[in-house]
């Protein structure tokens, strides 16, 4: 069994940068990583896009956009299905990384539902699991033996 540590923090405290961080010195170590980093893209200040990166080969695709900060994410069906392709191959592995299991998941059952099943089946030695503040009962719920790592912390050190 490997692992689970549950990585929370406010929106842009650092949780992907921290991800990004592990995923290169997993590398260095020869290590294989799997999963899916998740990157905003931003315009005028406003984060409208967001990109999903497969871990396992480098390829990138477009998860959601949206015309401004004040509207809803709008989700590509397409890229969610590949996603969940990727987490249903994900494991064994070595590093499991899954940025991030948000409202989607956690409260509609749709987005990396996959994620679910290869952070449960344990066949990695750490999985790195990206939570909201506000959804994190639920992850330490389903997993209560898991880490709970704070970013919030880590950006008032400057980490």
């Given amino acids: 069994m490997g692992t689970i540590s549950l990585i929370t923090g406010p929106r842009n405290s650092g949780k992907t940068k921290f991800c990004q961080r592990c995923v290169v010195r997993a590398r260095a170590c020869g290590w294989r990583v799997t999963g899916i980093l998740t990157r905003g893209a931003w315009h005028n200040g406003e984060k ?3 990109y999903a990166r497969d871990l396992g080969v480098g390829e990138e695709r ?3 956009q949206r015309k401004s900060a004040r509207e809803p994410w709008e ?3 397409e890229t969610l299905e590949w996603g969940n392709g990727i987490f249903a191959r994900a494991v ?4 499991l990384v899954v940025d991030e299991l948000g409202p989607l998941e956690w409260l509609e059952g749709r987005g990396w539902t996959a994620a679910f099943g290869a952070i ?3 066949q990695y030695r750490v999985a790195l699991v990206v939570v909201r503040p506000e959804l994190i009962a639920q992850a330490q719920r389903r997993w209560p ?3 709970r790592l704070d ?3 880590c950006r008032r050190h400057g980490e």
């Fill in 48 to 50: 409208l896009a967001l």
């Fill in 92 to 95: 064994p592995t070595d590093l």
């Fill in 145 to 147: 033996h898991a880490l």
């Fill in 151 to 153: 970013c919030s912390t």
């Fill in 75 to 77: 989700f590509i069906g």
């Fill in 120 to 122: 449960d089946s344990g």
């Fill in 62 to 64: 477009l998860l959601a």
